[in-house]
T-cell receptor
Framework: DTGVSQDPRHKITKRGQNVTFRCDPISEHNRLYWYRQTLGQGPEFLTYFQNEAQLEKSRLLSDRFSAERPKGSFSTLEIQRTEQGDSAMYLC????????????????FGEGSWLTVV | TQLLEQSPQFLSIQEGENLTVYCNSSSVFSSLQWYRQEPGEGPVLLVTVVTGGEVKKLKRLTFQFGDARKDSSLHITAAQPGDTGLYLCAGARYNFNKFYFGSGTKLNVKP
C-alpha cells in the first residue's frame, strides 16, 4: 500500500502525558499537512510542510504542539502535557508530486490517529 | 466562521431516493474536492474539480463546480445504504498552501 500511513491508529493517554504521532506520506509528495477533527466536524488545519520546511501554522497549534519533518519525508506531531480538550482524530495528508503537476491540487489522507485523553 | 458552508448538515433518506448536497463559499477556489468519510477512518477522495462549470460523474454520483468556482454540489441518484457516511467538501486556494474544509453532511440511507 503506497498511501499515507499514520501510527498509532489509537492512543489513550492520561492528562499531562506527552504523545507523539507519526505520518509517512505518499513517497513522491513534497507537501505534508496535519489536520485535527472532532466528532461531527470537518477537519481543521493545523500546519503544513513543504519538504522539511514548516511553512504555516494555525492558531489552533498552541505551544504544547510541535510538528517536525526533519528529512522532508515522514513527519511527527508531538503534544506535550495533554489536556482533555486535545481528544480528537489527528489526520495527516500529503499532496503535490515533486515536479509540481496539477495533482498538487488534491490532498490524500491517512486513516488518522485517534487520541483520547482521560 | 467557516470558509466553506455545507448544507444540509444531516440527511436521512430511504434507499432509492435522490439527494443533493451543497458546498458554498464567498471565496474563489482553484480546485474543490469531495471526500467521503466513515466513522473512525480518514476521508477518502471521491473527486477533484478544477474548471468552473465542470461536471464529473462517478457511477451514481454527479459533481458540479460552479461557474464562478465558489460553490459545488454533489448529487446522488438512487441512494443505497452503502452511501451512508460523512461527505466533506474541501477547497484549495490558488497557492495550494492550505485546503479549507466544510463541516460536512452526514448522510444516512435507510434500507
Amino acid at each position: 500500500d503506497t498511501g499515507v500511513s499514520q501510527d498509532p491508529r489509537h492512543k489513550i493517554t492520561k492528562r499531562g502525558q506527552n504523545v507523539t504521532f507519526r505520518c509517512d506520506p505518499i513517497s513522491e509528495h513534497n507537501r505534508l499537512y496535519w489536520y485535527r477533527q472532532t466528532l461531527g466536524q470537518g477537519p481543521e488545519f493545523l500546519t503544513y510542510f513543504q519538504n522539511e520546511a514548516q511553512l504555516e501554522k494555525s492558531r489552533l497549534l498552541s505551544d504544547r504542539f510541535s510538528a517536525e519533518r526533519p528529512k522532508g519525508s515522514f513527519s511527527t506531531l508531538e503534544i506535550q502535557r495533554t489536556e482533555q480538550g486535545d481528544s480528537a482524530m489527528y489526520l495527516c495528508a500529503s499532496s503535490s508530486p515533486r515536479g509540481g503537476s496539477l495533482s498538487g491540487n488534491t490532498i490524500y489522507f491517512g486513516e488518522g490517529s485517534w487520541l483520547t485523553v482521560v | 466562521t467557516q470558509l466553506l458552508e455545507q448544507s444540509p448538515q444531516f440527511l436521512s433518506i430511504q434507499e432509492g431516493e435522490n439527494l443533493t448536497v451543497y458546498c458554498n463559499s464567498s471565496s474563489v477556489f482553484s480546485s474543490l474536492q469531495w471526500y467521503r468519510q466513515e466513522p473512525g477512518e480518514g476521508p477518502v477522495l471521491l473527486v477533484t474539480v478544477v474548471t468552473g462549470g465542470e461536471v464529473k460523474k462517478l457511477k451514481r454520483l454527479t459533481f458540479q463546480f460552479g461557474d464562478a468556482r465558489k460553490d459545488s454540489s454533489l448529487h446522488i441518484t438512487a441512494a443505497q445504504p452503502g452511501d451512508t457516511g460523512l461527505y466533506l467538501c474541501a477547497g484549495a486556494r490558488y497557492n495550494f498552501n492550505k485546503f479549507y474544509f466544510g463541516s460536512g453532511t452526514k448522510l444516512n440511507v435507510k434500507p
